[in-house]
């Protein structure tokens, strides 16, 4: 295929002739084993283990542990998440045009397995009398190095998906292994912290081991080995399909305007930008979300660490939820309109148990229905968002063909940078968001359940729930103006000749 010249608007049609020829073999192509889709599902448990960590610990240890004040805090999640940010894209766009005997995305997967596992750990050891200023350039550094090198892994692997499979609906099982790993891997460090770790660093001056900096050290031990074994796990087993995948497009002069110039053409896409502006909304969400999570669990609620263990044990189910839900709703009735749908549902429903406990119409805390309440209604809200995440995820993977008739390139990279490049870029400030939640509410930092007070434990609710629900409104809006479904799926992969 010679280099790519067509401007932005060049005919589909006329590029799928050119590159139709180098699709022939894609028929000889074996069919995805079980070990290859297990191995490539098992690589998410990486993903999930440091999704986990900074959503739901990062700021409650530093914070209420460590003692650094929550909106430094805040800020350095946000500037470590910005400075990720920019690799996305970076990494994307490199392992679309690597050339290797390793295929272009393998090599990326291999070499982050050492840097980003113990980069991990030593966020969760920070060094003794640092101060505040010292302990915020730990946490800011340390939070850069993980999340740019888990970003090597990520961002390549989560490229297969496009070339492992070209069928709209195999596409969405994929993803829903993925995403099942994910959480189900991330959560299970998540519940060993709650039933095991937290209760086992209960002493004599800490009579809660969630405020016991030990723990915590341990955990970033535990969860730097799953990262590790996850990331080769996967890199070994979809290493056979390397001579299957798509090629990297000639070679051609790189320059950083030419470079721009492929990227923006690339994500110049009616349907992506509508994704882009929904992933925007959807990631200041996800932050402020988690980011009060578990001071909705130990505060809000008034959950021990065993109830806060189970609620997230509650989460396997959820996965489970998603897991079946996501192929499920992509068959019968497409990803776009199943996504909206369960968006609708889960999204609506999420704040309604704080509603409710806000209106006072849940009986007091500590009662078992309370406890059931929550769990029971997390599980099915958590299932839900699992399937919608699923399903938006398939959405983006189905954009190649399209951006691939009109530009002659497979940027399979250069979406799933773009799209993680948002999260990353605007989930920092929801964090922070949810930081200003916390002093606008006067809660104070580094206390226990016992001293904070019952007004800034109210506020802290009244002030989240009408502010997560308009970003999650807005989000299921913008999704409306995605266009492709699996007619025009197929209708792109019959002009590219696959």
Known sequence: MEPQTDPLHSNPDRVAERIMPKRDVRSEVPPLGRATKLSFGIGAVAGGVTTGAFDFFLLIFYSQVVGL????VGIAILLALIFDAVSDPVVGYWSDNFKSGWGRRHPFMYASAIPVSI???FLWAPPENFGQVGLFWYVLILAIIVRTTVTFYRTPSSALVPDLT???DERTRLFSLRFFFAWTGGNALTV????????AFVTESISDGRFNKEAYILYGLIGSAMIFLSIIISSVGTHSRIPYLKSPPPNRPMTIKG??????ETLANRSFIALFIAALIGAVASGVAAGLSLYFFTYFWGFTEIQTGMVFLGTF?????GFVLAPLVSRKIGKKRGAMIVGLIAFGGAPLPIVLRLLDLLPPNGTPFVFWFVTITNVIDVGLIICFQILFASMIADLVEESELKTGRRSAGVFTAAETFVKKSVQGFGVLAATMVLTIAQFPTGADVEQVPDEAIWKMGAYYVPLVLCLWLSMIAVISRYRIDKNVHEENLRKLGM
Not at 259 to 264: C, H, K, L, S
Request: glycine share 4%; net charge negative; proline share 3%.
């Open 166 to 168: 070209s069928d709209y």
């Open 192 to 199: 060993l912290m709650f039933f095991i770790l937290f209760p």
């Open 317 to 321: 189910v959820a996965a489970a939820i």
């Open 69 to 72: 004040d929550a909106r430094l």
């Open 259 to 264: 470079i721009f110039g492929e990227v923006f």
């Open 119 to 121: 980069s991990f750990f």
